[in-house]
């Protein structure tokens, strides 16, 4: 049973336009959500994370929007850059230092 | 951010010999680590969750003797699998945390790519 559903499996933006990545859960125990940004052949790198006391947060280009109620949290890219191109994770775990659920990715190109 | 090392970044192995891969936090102490597998273009897979000093807790599916974990001490963990096989090959990542210190986030090492001939 897939814990954390993602969406879409591929994203084409033109630059400058805005990303946008959905996750959604079902383990209301859950209560720690990052974003992980992977390039090909690399480890996942963090680009942000929420926990459900705050509906959004926002880093640079990078906003995680949380909805507590529908159980679900996306992340959005302001001004999407081609150097942004690359796979989005989204995950879930009771605490940030537990065992994440992962999805099942994102690809994201972004056009120049 | 901290910084988590894989070591080999690449190995090839003939089928039937193991291989070691080694996971290091370099500048914390990583109470709990985390193997995982990645499939291309695909997710991450937990395989199993190590704590220092005790033996790692495998996840559903994961052969313990087949993939060994050793986690000595607080800065490294290790990932052994043995006698290996084709099937076996794989992007195996690795990351640490230092449960509630640092603000207890997790951080992935670059990964090591496995191919077993």
């Known amino acids: 049973q897939q814990q954390v559903k993602q969406s879409p499996q591929s994203l084409i933006v033109q630059k400058g336009g805005i990303s946008i990545i959905n996750c959604a859960y079902e383990n209301t125990a859950f209560d720690y959500f990052p974003w992980y940004q992977q390039f090909p052949g690399k480890g996942p790198a963090l680009l942000i994370a929420?926990?459900?006391?705050?509906s959004e947060k926002k880093e640079g280009r990078f906003t995680i929007s949380f909805n507590k109620s529908a159980k679900q949290f996306s992340l959005h890219i302001m001004d999407s850059q081609p150097g942004d191109s690359a796979t989005y994770f989204c995950a879930a775990s009771m605490s940030s230092f537990n065992k994440f659920y992962f999805g099942s990715g994102t690809k994201l190109n972004v056009k120049p | 951010g901290a910084v988590v090392s894989q070591h080999p970044s690449r190995v090839i192995c003939k089928s039937g010999t193991s291989v070691k891969i080694e996971c290091r936090s370099l500048?914390?102490?990583?109470?709990?680590m985390f193997w995982y597998r990645q499939f291309p273009k695909k997710s991450l897979m937990l395989m199993a969750t190590?704590?220092?000093?005790?033996?790692?807790?495998?996840e559903q599916g994961v052969e313990k003797d087949k993939f060994l974990i050793n986690h000595a001490s607080l800065t490294l963990s290790t990932l052994t699998v043995t006698s290996a096989h084709p099937e076996d090959s794989s992007f195996y990542i690795c990351?640490?945390?230092?449960?509630?210190?640092?603000?207890?986030?997790?951080?992935f090492g670059p990964g090591t790519r496995l191919t077993v001939t």
């Open positions: 990351s640490a945390s230092a449960g509630s210190g640092r603000g207890g986030e997790q951080y």
């Open positions: 500048d914390f102490q990583a109470t709990t």
């Open positions: 929420i926990r459900p006391d705050v």
């Open positions: 190590s704590n220092e000093g005790s033996k790692a807790t495998y």
